[in-house]
């Protein structure tokens, strides 16, 4: 089967510039959630979705962030416009139903704004 | 408040038994996650644990105590490829919702 796929793998880009990463959940799972991964932050829950409708947004940093989800097998998560602190991994992990169940990450995407 | 609390940094030796501790503090608890992450890779699920008591699942093992707001992963008969971060997250009520927290990770470091 296959797991949660995202796209791009990597993405180097000047400031300024609007970032999409996109995310497609495993087949089944009602729940999306994206992440921002830093050293110093460790992994911060930027929001989820359930039933393609946001529950908990309130990890989104700013207004320069916005999440969608049209359907339940694709979500995007656009920054506009990008700032170097924005660089970091961001996954993107489904689950069956909510967070008490276990979450399936995808490889995530390499963020390097400069 | 809600807090997460693990050992940064810990290393054993091939072949060993390690434990990795994980303190929390909120209200509203419903149960507790381990992650693995590799360096460069996703996290990938370990364990889940509700209720108190061990939870064994091959050479992994998750303990929870409610009442004192602590977990540990036990890793036992060591091997290099569990050279990784582990994550302990923390599932709790939130109004209508439920919120997972996550501790910052432990990263363990195998040695032959």
């Known amino acids: 089967d296959a797991g949660v796929i995202q796209s791009p793998r990597h993405e180097v880009t000047e400031m300024g510039q609007e970032v999409t990463l996109r995310c497609k959940p495993i087949?089944?799972?009602?729940?999306l959630f994206w992440y921002r991964q830093t050293m110093m932050r460790g992994l911060e829950l930027l929001i989820y979705?359930?039933?393609?409708?946001?529950?908990?947004d309130s990890g989104m940093p700013e207004d320069r962030f916005s999440a969608k989800m049209p359907n339940a097998s694709f979500s995007t998560l656009k920054i506009q416009p990008s700032e170097p602190r924005d660089s970091a991994v961001y996954f993107c992990?489904?689950?069956?139903?909510?967070?008490?169940?276990?979450?399936?990450f995808g490889d995530g995407t390499r963020l390097s704004i400069l | 408040g809600q807090n997460i609390d693990q050992p940064t940094e810990m290393t054993a030796t091939e072949g060993a038994i390690v434990q990795i501790n994980c303190t929390y503090q909120?209200?509203?608890?419903?149960?507790l996650f381990w992650y693995q992450q590799h360096a460069g890779e996703a996290p990938t699920f370990l364990s889940y644990?509700?209720l108190d008591g061990l939870e064994e699942k091959g050479r992994f093992s998750s303990f929870l105590s409610r009442s004192k707001g602590y977990s540990y992963l036990l890793l036992k008969e060591l091997q290099m490829k569990d050279s990784a971060s582990y994550l302990c997250?923390?599932?709790?009520?939130?109004?209508?919702?439920?919120?997972?927290?996550w501790g910052l990770g432990t990263s363990l470091a195998v040695n032959p």
């Open positions: 992990a489904s689950s069956r139903q909510g967070v008490h169940q276990p979450q399936h």
């Open positions: 087949s089944g799972h009602n729940s």
């Open positions: 979705f359930n039933n393609n409708v946001p529950i908990d």
């Open positions: 909120t209200s509203g608890f419903n149960g």
């Open positions: 644990n509700v």
């Open positions: 997250a923390v599932s709790k009520n939130a109004g209508n919702n439920r919120k997972l927290i």
